[in-house]
């Protein structure tokens, strides 16, 4: 079974930009988080995905957004590059598991973003 | 808030030795989940264990095992028979059960681990 995979795996943007980064789950996989992680900050949460539907959202500024389709593929997109959003964006999904609503998470490797 | 706390930035190992990467976690919860994830150069997020709360036993996957002591909230991972590959980054995470609620992924800030030959 293909794991998560992350378009594209390299940026580079500059100040003022925007961008929109994709996502592909584990097939059967409905649940999709996404994440930042910087050296300053570590693995911060930005938002969770199911079913189409936003179910958490991190402490992250309105520029940083997300959706997902009905095929549970994800993007997220962050508008008014600032020098501060370079960083690794990585992607998770999870199967949730019966009843209980969550399992697993298994990560793709990853987006990383410069911004000049 | 859910809190995950990793006290060792760095730890070095020989190898073919045994190492034991410590984690401790606040929540007032009584249903979680526990992960230990591995973060190799690449940069790719590969899961080593998990642990379910309600279970008593400590997960094991071959070399690798947790001490889950929920009283004390605490998580570590031994290493046993380490291996040159197993140098990486090492982030214990935590993630809540319940269904619809905030249950994202709270990690620590990691314990960058060296094999010495």
């Known amino acids: 079974k293909a794991g998560v995979t992350q378009t594209p795996r390299y940026l580079i943007k500059t100040r003022g930009q925007q961008v929109t980064l994709s996502c592909s789950p584990i097939?059967?996989?409905?649940?999709v988080s996404w994440y930042q992680q910087t050296p300053g900050q570590g693995l911060q949460f930005l938002f969770e995905y199911f079913s189409e539907t936003q179910r958490n959202k991190g402490n992250f500024p309105g520029r940083f957004s997300g959706r997902q389709f009905s095929n549970s593929r994800s993007e997220m997109n962050v508008s008014t590059l600032e020098l501060g959003d370079s960083a690794l964006y990585l992607c998770a999904s999870s199967l949730p598991s019966g009843g209980r609503g969550t399992d697993t998470q298994y990560f793709g490797p990853g987006t990383r973003l410069t911004v000049l | 808030a859910q809190t995950v706390t990793q006290s060792q930035p760095e730890m070095s190992v020989q190898e073919a030795e045994t190492v034991t990467l410590s984690c401790t976690y606040d929540t007032s919860e009584s249903d979680y989940y526990l992960f230990w994830y591995k973060q190799p150069p690449s940069r790719q997020m590969i899961l080593v264990i998990r642990q379910e709360a309600y279970k008593q036993q400590n997960a094991t996957e071959n070399r690798f095992s947790v001490n889950f002591q929920k009283a004390a909230k605490s998580f570590s991972l031994k290493i046993s028979d380490s291996q040159l590959g197993d140098a990486a980054m090492y982030f214990c995470a935590y993630r809540s059960a319940l269904f619809g609620g905030n249950n994202d992924m709270r990690f620590g800030a990691g314990t960058r681990l060296t094999v010495k030959p």
């Open positions: 097939s059967g996989h409905r649940s």
